[in-house]
């Protein structure tokens, strides 16, 4: 056993079960990628978890983080705008969307972590547990998940979210940009499909 506590494995097991079923619909999520060994670990974990069990987590997790991020919207981010941008009329773009951003990242950064160690611990119960037995790796695969989730939101908040609020601002006609980005995106879910398919004959 390497560490990881019988709620960290269940957390660990649901994040499974949902990258599982993305996997057997021949997708994949780009930043999300893992060893054979790794895939074969996570395709046990999620054995025990059935479709309704981890529809009923998704639904719970979506909840908790909703209330989560509402709690983080009105007890930081608007007294912190109130405070720091006392005049909306004179507020910088720039400052007003850094601000937004860094929230965010708090939000999600916190708020998820949080959302998914509740959702286990109400959703995965009793039985779900005692199915779940640990074996040497969980904790280095738990920390990958956790890594790679930090990494999306670090970008989607650092980049995404100022950059979009910016195009707002100083209204820039994005046509071009946006056709393009849509384009990129197509060229990508296209991409994981074709290597989905080719690991999926390999196998």
């Known amino acids: 056993m390497d560490g990881l506590t019988g709620s960290g494995l269940a957390r660990l097991a649901f994040w499974a079960k949902g990258m599982v079923s993305i996997n057997n619909a021949r997708m994949e999520w780009p930043g999300f990628s893992y060893s054979d060994a790794e895939w074969a670990r996570m395709r046990t974990l999620s054995e025990p978890i059935g479709a309704g069990t981890y529809q009923l987590f998704t639904m719970v997790n979506a909840a908790i983080f909703i209330a989560i991020a509402a709690l983080g919207i009105f007890g930081v981010f608007l007294p912190l705008a109130t405070l720091l941008f006392p005049i909306p009329a004179e507020t910088s773009a720039l400052k007003f969307s850094m601000l937004l951003a860094a929230c965010a990242f708090l939000i999600i950064g916190l708020g998820l972590p949080i959302s998914m160690r509740l959702s286990a611990m109400l959703v995965g119960g009793k039985k779900v547990r005692e199915a779940l037995v640990p074996a040497a790796g969980d904790q280095a695969l738990a920390s990958k998940v956790s890594w790679q ?43 994981s499909t074709l290597t989905g398919v080719a690991r999926q004959r390999k196998s």
């Not at 650092?158 to 979009?164: F, K, N, Q, R, S």
């Not at 100083?170 to 990508?188: E, F, H, N, R, S």
Request: charged share 5%; with cysteine; proline share 5%.
């Open 149 to 191: 989730i930090n990494r999306i939101m670090l970008i989607m908040c650092g980049l995404l979210v100022p950059g979009i609020l910016l195009f707002i601002a100083y209204d820039i006609q994005a046509g071009p940009i946006i056709t393009a980005l849509k384009w990129v995106a197509i060229v990508l879910m296209a991409v």
